[in-house]
């Protein structure tokens, strides 16, 4: 069963503009990640944020966490074409399973 | 580094035929991971290993088999391919416990069953 749930399930957007997923899950967590999928590759790490921190920031990259509403953002900022992908959260479900979600596909168009 | 790679990249097989699936990574990883995607859902675990000579089962374990005899390499196999396996497999490392630490994700490999 999938723990983490994105929405929207899809998001277009025009380049420059900023791009904004959300992540929600169900049972308490340790941390919880985001990663990016572009068409027919693999998955790349791009933020892991604890349970005991409200935000963090990587590069044009912004995720925030609120446990109390068992929730998750990423905001991608000045969007570029290369943003387009579909972006996953993922929790741990135990110390080794890592629970995805069906992803957001992002599409910036030019 | 290669990081982590996967062999082949796509296949097709008839239902009832084998496989085997090779994952190698070049990091030195303790921990691997086999993953299936499908359409409109997330990765799902099939089995994992936490090191050389160990392997444990996932959330989707069943028509799947694993092994994990050099620390470089997890092998996925499907014993008597069915139609329901038809998917795209990444295999996963990381040097830590892999829910507290970033996941290296391979290509994928897109198999499938007619």
């Known amino acids: 069963s999938q723990q983490g749930e994105e929405d929207p399930q899809a998001l277009s957007i025009q380049e420059g503009e900023n791009a904004t997923m959300n992540c929600s899950y169900k049972t308490s967590i340790n941390n919880l990640q985001w990663y990016r999928q572009n068409s027919g590759r693999g998955l790349v790490h791009l933020i892991l944020i604890r349970s005991n921190e409200r935000e963090k920031h990587s590069g044009r990259l912004r995720v925030t966490l609120d446990t109390s509403k068992k929730s998750s953002s990423l905001l991608i900022t000045a969007s570029r074409a290369a943003d387009t992908a579909s972006y996953f959260c993922?929790?741990?479900?135990?110390?080794?399973?890592?629970?995805f979600g069906a992803g957001t596909t992002v599409t910036v168009r030019a | 580094n290669a990081g982590v790679t996967q062999t082949p990249k796509f296949r097709v097989l008839k239902t009832g035929q084998s496989m085997t699936l090779l994952c190698a990574q070049d990091?030195?990883?303790?921990?691997m991971y086999w993953y299936r995607q499908d359409p409109g859902m997330g990765l799902r675990l099939i089995h994992y290993?936490?090191?050389?000579?160990?392997?444990a089962k996932g959330e989707v374990p069943d028509g799947y088999n694993v092994s994990r005899l050099k620390k470089q390499n997890f092998l996925l196999g499907l014993e008597s391919a069915a139609p329901s396996q038809t998917s795209v497999y990444f295999c996963?490392?990381?040097?830590?416990?892999?829910?507290?630490?970033?996941?290296?994700f391979g290509p994928g490999t897109r198999l499938t069953v007619l």
């Open positions: 996963a490392s990381s040097l830590r416990r892999g829910a507290r630490d970033t996941q290296y």
């Open positions: 993922a929790t741990d479900a135990n110390d080794y399973k890592l629970s």
């Open positions: 990091m030195n990883h303790e921990y």
């Open positions: 290993s936490v090191g050389e000579g160990t392997t």
